[in-house]
């Protein structure tokens, strides 16, 4: 890893500020190196806020939307217009309110039949836009990421197969407590980012965060390690409470 950086906030306006001011930074870093910046969107409810921001000045005017191309870290198997779908809650609060063209804006196809059928072709999708060849694994810019209190991040359920999946870029996945199916990326995807950055707000946290801060690998946060990318959390108050 290239730097772990720990933001503590003392609100979520600070915690939203903090994190659109390092987008942004990034951002234009990566316009300025490669002509664009791809990012994969987390899903949840903690982010919403933060898509707001950016949908509203001074970050609406500041960011090259034309340049930006928006995946998904994780995808619920709903439709897209379904209120559980990420895609969903990133549109409403941000897409439908920037001037980013459609087609730089990859859902995931949760249409394209099962989970398992979701992922494969998500992945096909991956890799057809970074161009990459088979083996490659595609390198994003800054992937968001959250945590729910079992220290799940994306779709990576402690003991589901996502977590020791080593060969696909995404997986099925299922949320038991939710009974829920979805479609995430794998770790190995995860690491090879440039940047992942980690948001996460809320006292029920707490506990998973500070055994993930300490490497308690059994939290499939733990895992996220960028193998040559920065690790940035950006974390409330309430979360880091010790
Ligand atoms: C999802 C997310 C998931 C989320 C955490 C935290 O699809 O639900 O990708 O990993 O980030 O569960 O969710 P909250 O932000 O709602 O606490």
């Known amino acids: 890893m290239s730097s772990v950086t720990l933001r503590v906030a003392d609100s979520i306006d600070e915690l939203n500020l903090t994190a659109a001011e390092s987008l942004t930074r990034r951002a234009h870093m990566a316009v300025e190196a490669r002509g664009g910046c791809v ?6 409810s903690t982010p919403r806020s933060l898509y707001s921001l950016l949908a509203q000045p001074p970050y609406a005017a500041r960011l090259a939307w034309r340049k930006l191309y928006f995946f998904w870290g994780d995808e619920r198997c709903v439709p897209p217009d379904h209120a ?23 859902r995931v196809a949760t249409e394209a039949g099962a989970p398992d059928a979701v992922a494969r072709s998500y992945e096909a999708t991956l890799r057809s836009f970074f161009g990459s060849p088979a083996g490659a694994v595609p390198e994003f810019d800054l992937i968001l990421l959250g945590m729910g209190p079992d220290g799940h991040t994306a779709s990576i359920f402690p003991d589901s197969p996502a977590l020791a999946e080593t060969g696909r870029l995404v997986a099925p996945a299922y949320a038991e407590h939710l009974k829920s ?12 980012a ?6 996460v707000a809320g006292a029920d946290k707490a506990a998973a965060l500070a055994a993930v801060l300490a490497g308690d690998l059994s939290y499939p946060a733990a895992r996220v390690k960028p193998s040559q990318g920065d690790l940035c ?10």
């Open 84 to 106: 559980d779908s990420n895609y969903h809650m990133a549109r409403e609060s941000l897409l439908a309110h920037v001037p980013i063209p459609s087609s730089n804006i990859f």
């Open 39 to 44: 990012i994969a969107l987390s899903g949840g």
């Open 181 to 192: 199916h979805r479609v995430t990326f794998t770790l190995p995807l995860i690491n090879q």
């Open 194 to 199: 440039r940047c992942v950055m980690f948001l």
């Open 233 to 242: 959390w950006l974390v409330g108050r309430s979360a880091r409470s010790p």
